[in-house]
């Protein structure tokens, strides 16, 4: 089993690529819920969907979430009566977060939801929420504490980030599955997703940063930073708001405790040595993924560094 953690759309792109080079059932991946909101009465889980969504061959690549072909007569419907829209729902995708609202209200957890949605969808691999408790990540800047999308949507991550918080986190375990996909694993790679709020929020979990870090299965990471810059989202600014160097290397040093590869672009070829000097197998390759090709190429790449045989 090949254990792969997630964010959103970068991490989609990767498994796009990965479930064409492994069996699709041999694939578990751990999914970020810091981003999940609630909008109009619904539980929206972003980063979940995305990953679903991508897998399932439904979502809108070129927009990076939602699905493909959607309508939006449902938000213009809650627009003329008087709601705030800045978080755009379209039809089908709110087919989704009523269902997810539904079973959560009738006691299922957002894994069991999770597990319902991807088969409903035919998506092969398992996909598990990193836990079933609601944590939320919060930004904090100049004007207050916003909630994740506030900050991203609606206000287009334009305030500089104070500090970065889990709320929840404390209470937060592990989802079923969660742990054992850690430690059962033949390798783990961890996406190249914002390291700060879309592994973050996973490695906060208690216990999962422990279990990569004394998993028996190799560990990779993929860089999210190509040549200073993030490959989308605004991972970059976040960095360098809070005081860290916006660079490949940082991303390896923030998970060096767990880290024995690490993947980065032929353009920060010239930081290679510095990511060994971590005690980290550093490999460079093209890690921008524009189509199939390259997709599945990197995620050669990352079986390949985690020894572990593609088809
Ligand atoms: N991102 C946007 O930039 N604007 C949106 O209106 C928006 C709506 C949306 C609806 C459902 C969904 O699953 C994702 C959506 N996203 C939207 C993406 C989301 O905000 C972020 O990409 C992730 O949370 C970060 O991984």
């Not at 690529?17 to 751990?30: N, R, Y």
């Not at 976040?238 to 390896?252: D, F, I, N, P, W």
């Not at 524009?290 to 997709?295: H, S």
Request: aromatic share 4%; proline share 4%; charged share 25%.
């Amino acid at each position: 089993m090949i254990t792969v953690l997630a964010g959103g759309v970068g991490a989609a792109k990767f498994l796009q690529g990965l479930v064409k080079i492994v069996d699709p059932s041999e694939v578990t991946v751990i999914v970020n819920t810091g981003d999940d909101v609630e909008l109009h009465g619904l539980y929206i889980s972003p980063d979940v969907d995305t990953v679903t969504y991508t897998l399932a061959g439904l979502a809108d690549e070129a927009r990076g979430w939602g699905l493909r072909d959607e309508t939006w007569e449902c938000l213009a419907a809650l627009k003329r009566l008087g709601h705030e829209t800045w978080f755009n729902l379209g039809d089908r995708d709110m087919g989704l977060h009523i269902h997810r609202t539904q079973r959560l209200r009738d006691g299922a957890t957002l894994s069991e939801v999770a597990a319902e949605v991807a088969s409903a969808l035919g998506v092969g691999c398992r996909i598990l929420p990193m836990s079933d408790q609601r944590v939320e990540t919060r930004i904090k800047t100049r004007d207050g504490d916003l909630g994740f999308q506030e900050y991203l949507v609606k206000r287009g991550a334009g305030d500089p980030v104070q500090a970065i918080d889990f709320a929840g986190i404390e209470d937060a375990r592990p989802a079923d599955g969660v742990t054992s996909a850690i430690e059962e694993a033949q390798g783990i790679v961890i996406a190249p997703s914002n390291p700060l709020i879309s592994i973050g929020p996973i490695l906060a979990v208690k216990g999962i940063r422990e279990a990569l870090a004394g998993c028996k299965a190799p560990v990779v990471a993929v860089s999210p930073i190509v040549g200073g810059k993030a490959i989308k989202g605004p991972a970059a600014d976040m960095m360098q708001a809070l005081g860290l160097e916006v660079s490949a290397y940082q991303v390896a040093e923030l998970y060096r405790d767990f880290l024995d590869a690490f993947i980065l672009d032929y353009a920060d070829a010239d930081s290679l040595e510095r990511v060994r000097g971590l005690g980290i197998k550093a490999i460079a390759t093209d890690t921008i993924m524009k189509a199939l090709p390259q997709k599945m190429a990197l995620a050669r790449s990352a079986l390949r560094a985690l020894g572990v045989e593609s088809k």
